[in-house]
């Protein structure tokens, strides 16, 4: 005891205090390239100018507000002129698409983007360089704001780096939306696939159809009713925030399964029309859309129409995953479109029903989105994107079928599903097996990296029904916790960083055993940002067994600055 005793105090007693100047080597996602200069740090003062092009006035408005908080400086913003940090778009200097460069020596720092997005990522990577304090809330007074001397041409290696919010199984505020936006932005995250609606909660606004959200957004008696929707005015406002931040937002309006809320607000939508109730706990609604109706593909389309025209995304999510074809089987207007349209199989009508939508949307200039399924349900003529979430391998299907797609591997990049199996964890998904940082950071990636690909890139998600199953994880309004939002930041962090790198860095750069040196340093970030995560966990050494039975075992941080307890 005395010797484990011994280890532990000495690998605190070695650990040194945090420097002030950070070093370049920390930045996640890791740069294709980077190069420290010579010379003397760049230091941030009150006087200090953020200039801009006009084309990014947005994104050095952000910079002034990041840096004002923590530093206590309202930074001077001028239009077109030099200054101690410069924000200009060349695309001719940066071919990349939301690539950046960045130099930054004892004169100033200077950031140019192929774009208003590349700008931005710029900035994150700035950010990363300024000492930790800067990602707090509050006034920072004692901190030194030194950037080291660097020169950095960084650009994503994915077009698609993407993260699914379910807002649908559990309403999330607008607040926390762009709390969860920010989050993705600053580890260059670019799309959020937005779960709008599923079996237990519809959550947009559609005018059209007012009893949607008057009925089918609530779940519960009065006592303990859930829910909540988006007015589209809320969600204009999401876009736009997600918009200066680089972050496409991506409807997903899911269909003909997972679709009960908008039964129970209007039941001819479904083949029986009977009424139903919004699930209080989460299971897989057997109704379907009933394709056999022209009513249901009119409230489609209606939908639909409104949908893009709100959301300015050349990508719509159509969802179409787990749906069970029983319903189909007993409709005989299903039936009936079965034989016009020489269908053998009820899952068929799922291929015919993508089909019609994918070419409705085609007109609008929109691709359709959906989870595996859309592809493997029929024969679809129109090219689509499916989000793989089962077999990586499958997106050699995608290929075949003249599509794209998007890899969200539930073994990967699901997560819902706890790091580790320990009973110590808290209450998460256990339908699959636990989901670890490494084994999301190192997930296998084929048919990649080349322009022709069929992958477009790689999106993590976050599963919200945990949350309807009894009320540990629910909100209680009389605390006012925010503890649905913690667990969520809990579940992703630092999962969503591995994602980014996954996503952003070139396969040759990633090496696991580098990410984690680097990710001890950005745990303080989260703590000053106020995100909750997931501790990482001592580092335990059992060393070899001596004469007399017995061995020593060390204990060592991870994170520069913590203490075992």
């Not at 959020?192 to 909660?201: A, V």
């Not at 706990?281 to 129409?305: A, N």
């Not at 309004?477 to 503890?483: G, I, K, S, T, V």
């Amino acid at each position: 005891m005395k010797k484990i005793l011994l280890s532990v105090l000495l690998s605190l007693l070695a650990l040194a205090p945090a420097a002030a100047q950070e070093s370049p080597n920390i930045i996640i996602p890791r740069p294709a390239a980077m190069q420290q200069l010579d010379g003397a740090p760049f230091r941030l003062t009150p006087k200090t100018v953020i200039s801009y092009d006009e084309s990014v006035r947005a994104q050095a408005q952000l910079l002034q507000e990041a840096l004002a908080g923590p530093t206590g400086w309202d930074l001077a913003l001028k239009a077109g002129r030099k200054g101690g940090i410069s924000l200009r778009v060349d695309a001719d200097a940066v071919s990349a698409a939301e690539g950046y460069t960045l130099r930054a020596d004892r004169k100033g720092v200077v950031i140019v983007g192929h774009d208003a997005a590349g700008v931005f990522y710029g900035v994150q990577t700035l950010l990363q360089l300024l000492p930790q304090q800067v990602c707090s809330r509050e006034r920072r007074h004692q901190a030194d704001w030194l950037v080291s001397p660097v020169s950095i041409a960084d650009a994503p290696d994915h077009p698609w780096r993407g993260m699914m919010l379910d807002v649908a199984r559990y309403y999330f505020d607008k607040d926390f939306v762009k709390k969860f936006i920010d989050m993705m932005a600053a580890y260059k995250l670019n799309k959020l696939q937005f779960h709008l609606i599923d079996d237990s909660g519809w959550r947009l606004e559609i005018k059209k159809y007012p009893r949607l959200t008057e009925v089918g957004a609530w779940a519960g008696d009065e006592k303990n009713r859930l829910g909540g929707y988006y007015t589209q005015d809320d969600i204009r406002e999401l876009l736009a925030y997600a918009s200066e931040r680089g972050v496409e937002i991506i409807p997903e309006i899911e269909f003909p399964a997972h679709i009960l809320s908008a039964i129970v607000a209007y039941p001819w939508l479904s083949c029986r029309g009977q009424q139903h109730e919004v699930q209080t706990e989460q299971s897989i609604s057997p109704e379907l859309l009933c394709v056999g109706k022209d009513s249901v593909l009119t409230f489609l389309r209606d939908v639909l129409d409104e949908t893009v025209a709100l959301f300015p995304s050349r990508y719509i999510n159509i969802g179409g995953d787990e749906a069970v074809y029983n319903r189909w089987k007993e409709c005989p207007r299903c039936q009936a479109l079965m034989h016009r349209e020489g269908l053998k199989e009820a899952s068929q009508l799922q291929g015919w029903l993508t089909n019609q939508v994918a070419g409705w949307m085609k007109e609008r200039g929109r691709t359709v989105v959906g989870w595996e399924e859309v592809m493997m349900r029929g024969e679809v003529s129109t090219p689509l994107v499916a989000v793989v979430w089962h077999n990586p391998d499958d997106t050699i299907k995608a290929r075949e079928g003249g599509h794209k797609a998007i890899l969200a591997p539930v073994t990967h990049l699901y997560f819902d599903f706890p790091e580790k199996g320990s009973p110590l964890e808290i209450k998460a998904a256990t339908w699959c097996p636990p989901v670890p940082l490494r084994k999301t950071y190192e997930m296998p990636i084929n048919d990649y990296s080349a322009a022709t690909s069929t992958a477009l890139g790689v999106q993590g998600c976050i599963w919200s029904d945990q949350f309807i199953h009894g009320t540990l994880l629910q909100e209680l309004p009389q605390l006012d916790e925010n503890r649905s939002e913690r667990y969520i930041e809990y579940l992703i962090f630092p999962r969503l960083i591995a994602l980014s790198e996954l996503g952003w860095t070139r396969k040759a750069d990633r090496d696991f055993g580098n990410f984690e040196q680097r990710l001890a340093y950005h745990y303080p970030r989260l703590t000053e940002a106020g995100i909750h995560y997931r501790l990482p966990e001592p580092v335990v050494n059992v060393g070899p067994k001596g004469a007399d039975g017995l061995c020593e075992v060390t204990l060592s941080v991870p994170v520069a600055g913590a203490a075992i307890h």
